[in-house]
C-alpha cells in the first residue's frame, strides 16, 4: 500500500543558503548529492556561518545558491552559482567569491568544503520559554565530514504543514521556512504530524531508495526569520513548540542510495 508520493525536492548547495527546488536528484549514502556540499566559514573564529545565529550573520538567507549543472555519481561537483542579495550573480570557483562575500557580510568569511573532522556552528536560542535555553548562543557541533545538523536527510509532510497552519492561521507555514530536502504528500486526507509514527521505519521512495527514519527534526530560530516574501514571525517556532515538541519533519539516514523524482511513490516499512 502507498502511503504518499514525492510532492518536492530540495537541494541546499552552501549551508545557510537559499535553496534550489529539483525534479530529480541522485542519493548517496548520505543523502541528495550536492547538498550542504560548501559552507562559509568564519575566518576569525572557524565556526561555520549559519543563520542559526542571526544576530551575527544578518542577511544569509539573502543569497541563493543553485548548483550550476546536476551533480553525478562519482565525479567531482560542480560549482554553484550563488546569487547575491543585489541581484547578481558570482561563481562559487571564483577567486574572489570569499572576498564579495565578506563585503556584503560585513565580516570576513571563507569558502570551505565537507569534510572537516568536527564543524560547529554557533545556534542563538531565542527568549521563548518553551526552548531548552532563552536568549543565549550555544555551540553545536555538526556530523563528522559533514555540514549538516545532525542527519543527512530531512523529510517533511503535507500534512505537518496543514496541521501547523490549522493550530495557527495567522502564520505562513510554508516549506521553505522548514528546509526540507524530501516532501510527501500523504495518501491519506490527514492534519496532523504524521511522521511521528514514522520512527524506525523504512521509506521506500521509488524503485531505488530506501531511507531509515531516524529521529524528529528539532527546529530552531531558523523558522521564523524573513526570507524572500516571508515575513519575520516567532510564532512559527513557538506553534511548533507548544504541540509537537518544537520538532517539524523528521531525520532519515540512507540505506539503500538510488534516484529520486518527484511524484515516486513513497511506502513505509
Known sequence: M??????????????????????ASHVNDRGLLGDRALALVDAETGKVVSAKNPRKWTGIFDFRAVLTTP???????????VTLPDGSVMSSADNRFAETVSAVLGRRVMLAAAGAPQPVLEEYWPDMAELDHQDTVTDEAM?????????????????????????????????????????VQVSDDVV??????????????????????????????????PQGDLPKDREILRTAARHNDVNVGVYAEVRRPGMIRRGDEVTLG
Open 2 to 23: 502507498t502511503d504518499g508520493a514525492v510532492l518536492t525536492l530540495w537541494r541546499y548547495p552552501v549551508k545557510s543558503m537559499q535553496g534550489e527546488e529539483l525534479n
Open 71 to 81: 551533480p553525478q555519481p562519482g565525479d567531482p561537483l560542480p560549482p554553484a552559482a
Open 143 to 183: 556530523p563528522e565530514g559533514t555540514f549538516f545538523d545532525l542527519a543527512g536527510v530531512h523529510v517533511l509532510t503535507t500534512s505537518t504543514i496543514d496541521r501547523l497552519r490549522a493550530l495557527n492561521p495567522h502564520g505562513r507555514f510554508e516549506v521553505r521556512r522548514f528546509r526540507p530536502n524530501i516532501v
Open 192 to 225: 496532523d504530524f504524521v511522521e511521528n509514527k514514522w520512527l524506525g521505519r523504512e521509506m521506500h521512495i521509488g524503485d531505488d531508495v530506501i531511507l531509515q527514519i531516524t529521529e524528529p527534526c528539532p527546529r530552531c530560530v531558523m523558522t521564523t526569520l
